[in-house]
């Protein structure tokens, strides 16, 4: 009776540890479309071009306007890639929000690595603020090892904004994530910068942002190595 | 029910309790069997009244009866967990169980007599809060908890503030808990209480498919109570298990339900091949062809069920890869299933056949739950089932596994041992005419739910397009069909402990030649005090 009982509380361990477990679980494995976190910029690039769209939604409508500047941009396996979202809080209040995300094809998230994303924190929009926000990534060139993959040619970042009800201290404010966007936009520039052509330009104020990420000029993108 | 005993008792034990102490308090195995029983009737007639509510509605087109559809959302939903958990679980596992685990295997009563009675007395109160949570504060404006018994969040957390949802959970922790006590109970009964030579290759297959099914029960009831703990503090104390906005994930959920959740369809199912694997050994005067195997495919379907779980999540949003996986071991399952089949069909093959009413009802078992089963290697496909996913062809396809296969051999079980139970043999005629009602009523109500389902009407919705509405005309009038039944099924119970026709110790001849058929009917209120030799 004790092991059989004994059995039993180690199955409802199991039922509670499975909240760690499956989180591990996800992000290992890219399950659900768990997309990777990279520690470092992409230094390889292909040839191999995907259609990167990008997907914006508000949970529960609580008064924030949420779109990707622009709904998709093509890149190549390896670019480092900057996209934009913006986000409005229409409300009189101060809102924290967190973004939760996934991408789809669901077997292509083991492939996707974000360097740096909005959604990694809190973000806190003031009273009728406006703002930009980054997301650094490149879609990993292990993906052209994988024959499973062949076949992709696009994929969908999706991101869902949630209200959070009780914020963390460490939210992201406006100063922050304007120091953060010019530290992305500088890492973007130079990662796609051929090594042999030094930009002349100080990479922190003059570049626009459209330039920079290549995200309206196809011919741009494709010039970058 | 059994409220005589007929033989008196020669062991010194001999006077049997008080009305009170003896039901109230009970730690005699026959008594709890019986108070399950009671229980399960219990259940089974709100949980049927719920389902004929259902059928009154989805007569016609357009809202009849209900409302809010919230309140029908919470019919089913309530019909689900009370057919589960308050009907089919206590009688077939807690009633049947209780009475014949411990009579087949020779044992003098359950190891645990006194945890036998927390069980029972878990699964009333837990019965109770069920019960109540329909007429408490739910959601959408109406009573009671409409998520279905599957309970996925967010409908489960934010979808219900009111307080129905909190005692149904509480309600399913008590009903979880009794049967994990209850399934601690019945293996430590079998490991250690068989009689003096029974093996456990000897030992009758319905105690190897309780066996079978209380591990199955250890080991699958701690997960949903870790479910339902996490629901119930994502609810009240704002944890964010499930909850997106603070890192959880819903889907997190379902495979925690469902690796519950499939296991349970087994434990619904296996005692009731254990079951019928007797009856047919009984009426074809042969012994069960293939004993091992047939104890072995328990096994396997049981070790097997357990790593199928996410053929119920087809359409969530899965790597093709794993659907393949999750494909092919369901498929698998097929294999210890059809060795049961076919050595059902051997045992009948030659033997000398006698169509009284528990073989009718083991055949339309067989017959029904094939049809079940074959529409469930439909389901089990993953291309498929994303078209029939959340249709009546899965109604239609659990209905005929459950609701024919377990319920019928329910009824065989409880025909073959009725006499044994109570003492006293049954009308033939009426229990006959509850046979055909019931035969032919399930069939009119779950057979046309199939071509319902291919045509695409959804589950879970009270109103349907025209064009569904005389194949819905047809299953209502089958279920009206089936409620009759039951009203049948009460009068030739009540009519056989009216009339007291007094069953002899082995009322069904030599077919019949496990433990329980050498004891009086009923048996005496403490057995084997001399403990029976196997040879």
Redesign the interface.
Known sequence: ?LS??V??????????A??PL?DAF?RVTG???TTRVAENISTETLERQIKVRFDANV?GDFGWTFKPDDVAMTVKLGQNALAYYTARNDTDTAIVG?A?YNV?P??AAPYFSKIECFCFTEQRLEPGEQVSMPVLFFVDPEMNNDG?LDEVKTITLSY?F?????PSADANTTIQRQAQKKKLEAIELKANTPQTIKTKTPITDVVPVTDATGRKDKQDTQGRG | MATTYASADTDAHDGKPKFWVRWFFSTNHKDIGTLYLILGLIGGLVGGFLSIMMRLELSEPGLQFFGNPHTYNMFITMHGLLMIFFMVMPIIIGGLGNWFVPLMIGAPDMAFPRMNNLSFWLLAVALVCGVISMFLPGGAGGAGFGGSWVMYPPLSTSGHPGPAFDFLIIGILAAGFSSIFGAINFITTIFNMRAPGMTMHKMPLYAWSVLVTSWLLLLSLPVLAAAMIMLFTDRTVGTGFFDPAMGGDPLMFQHLFWFFGHPEVYVMILPAFGIISHVIATFSRKPVFGYLGMAYAMVAIGVVGFVVWAHHMYTVGMDVDVKAYFLAATFVIAVPTGVKVFSWLATMWGGSIRYSIPMQWALATIFLFVIGGVTGVFLASAGLDTAAHDTYFVVAHFHYVLSMGAVFAIFSGFTYWFGKMSGYLYNKWLAGLQFWLFFIGVNLAFMPQHFLGWQGMPRRIPDYFQEYQLLNQISSYGSYMSAIGVIVFIVWVIEAFIVKRKAGDNYWGEGADTLEWTLSSPPPYHQYSKLPQIK
């Open positions: 009776m059989l009982s059995t039993a509380l180690a199955m409802l361990g199991l039922g509670f499975s909240k499956y996800c399950f659900g479309g949970a967190t939760s789809t669901i077997k499973r869902t949630h209200r959070v009800e009780n």
